[in-house]
Each structure stands twice: as C-alpha cells, then as structure tokens.
C-alpha cells in the first residue's frame, strides 16, 4: 500500500512535470499564430531584442533595435522554424513554443542558444534606418 504522503508526492511530481512540458509549434501552428501581426521580442537581458513583421507567403521583414531591418523568409526545418534573411547566407533556426504569457523562441543553429519571448504588452513598430522609403 502505498501511503499518503507518497501519494502525494508522486502526484505533485507528475503535475508539475506535465505544466513546464511544451509542444514545440510546427509550421502550420505557427502560420496560423504570426501572419498577419507585427511582434515584439526580448530576451531576459535586453528589453527590446527586436522586432519582425509577418506577412502572408511566409515572408518577414526583421528589425533590430537598432534600426536595421531585413527582409526575409521563414519555414520549418528538422521540427524548427527557420529564417533566412537577405544578405545572410547562414539561416537561423528556433524551437518555437507557444506559450501563456506568447511566444518563446530558443536559438538552435549554434551557440549561444539565445531564449527570447514575445512582448504582449505592446507592439514596436518597424524602425528602418537602413531602408530609404
């Protein structure tokens, strides 16, 4: 028999276990959350990591905090979404998951594994520096 505390521990464990476990969105789930929307980016170190505009045909325009922005693609890759921007031959790949408080991102093309997660609160527009209008 087993006893209550036990019990009680088993059952915490295997609760607390399935709420941190995330599925990792796939093409079609992402596609169906981004386009359409402009969203914002932080890390745990930097605010304002960036922000991407998703258009349809899985087109993204990319726009760093500082200014520069870059047009691109995404699509998904070995359970990955990636992206390759213009002018950048390496593509860069994310474990998405979708999450409560939005979007989390982890880095997955080489080190460091950048986590960033999406800013719900507000929307940044696009600055483009770089783009002549």
Not at 12 to 17: A, D, Q
Not at 31 to 52: K, L, S
């Amino acid at each position: 028999m087993i006893t209550r505390t036990l019990f009680h521990t088993c059952l915490l464990v295997l609760l607390c276990g399935n709420a941190q476990a995330q599925e990792r969105m796939d093409a079609e789930a992402f596609d169906a959350y981004v386009t359409g929307r402009t969203i914002t980016f932080r890390t745990d170190i930097n605010p304002t990591y960036g922000t991407e505009r998703y258009m349809e045909g899985q087109r993204v325009m990319w726009s760093s905090a500082a200014g520069i922005c870059q047009y691109g693609v995404w699509f998904e890759s070995k359970g990955d979404i990636c992206f390759r921007y213009e002018g950048d031959p390496e593509h860069k790949c994310w474990t998405v998951y979708d999450e409560p408080s939005g979007l989390r991102g982890v880095y997955t093309t080489r080190p460091p594994f950048t986590v960033i997660y999406e800013v719900t609160e507000r929307t940044e527009p696009l600055i483009c520096n770089d783009l002549s209008s």
